[in-house]
């Protein structure tokens, strides 16, 4: 069992973590227009792992003797000025869940919540991995800059991971 602190904590992150499946794959949507197919692929693979995210403290809540508590969620962007801008906006986005889920950790390290601590330390380490991932794809668009053939070509690379 944990403090209603905590359960409302998880519970923001929860509906945090829907926000970001449903914005990622406004992102894919926006890629697919653009017919940037790649792009459009690797960002509906990012919102289904922003899906499992959900669902794993989605899980963990009631393990706990807790509950999910599910909001609305809020309406993503549905358009960019370019691709860098969109891919820019998710890396700022998974710097600020990386932000949330520290805020949790501390939160579950004052409370003495040993589980939740536990539980939390695979977003931390996933966090690193989603920051990583995306500052990449923006380091690559930054250097391509205008050039459609480079897009092309980290389009092309995208559609492979």
């Known amino acids: ?3 209603r602190n905590i ?7 929860l509906n945090n973590e829907f926000f970001s499946w449903y914005n990622y794959l ?7 227009a653009l017919s940037l197919n790649g ?14 995210h959900a669902m794993k403290i989605y899980e963990f809540l ?5 509950r999910a508590m599910l909001t609305q969620v809020a309406q993503p962007s549905n358009q960019w000025d370019s691709p860098l801008a969109a891919v820019q906006e998710a890396y700022r986005h998974e710097q600020e869940a990386s932000g949330m889920i520290n805020d949790l950790v501390d939160l579950a390290l004052s409370e003495h919540a040993h ?4 539980f939390l330390q695979w977003f931390v380490t996933e966090q690193v991995e989603e920051e990583a991932r995306l500052r990449a794809v923006v ?13 092309f070509l980290i389009d092309r ?3 492979k991971t």
């Open 7 to 13: 359960e409302k904590a998880l519970n923001e992150q």
């Open 115 to 118: 589980a939740t601590n536990a």
């Open 62 to 66: 009631p393990e706990r003797g807790g």
């Open 39 to 52: 792009f459009a692929r690797w960002m509906k693979a990012q919102s289904r792992r922003e899906m499992v």
């Open 157 to 159: 690379d995208m559609g």
């Open 139 to 151: 380091e690559k668009l930054k250097l391509v800059g205008e050039d459609p053939y480079g897009l």
């Open 1 to 3: 069992m944990f403090s």
């Open 26 to 32: 406004s992102m894919s949507s926006f890629f697919r």
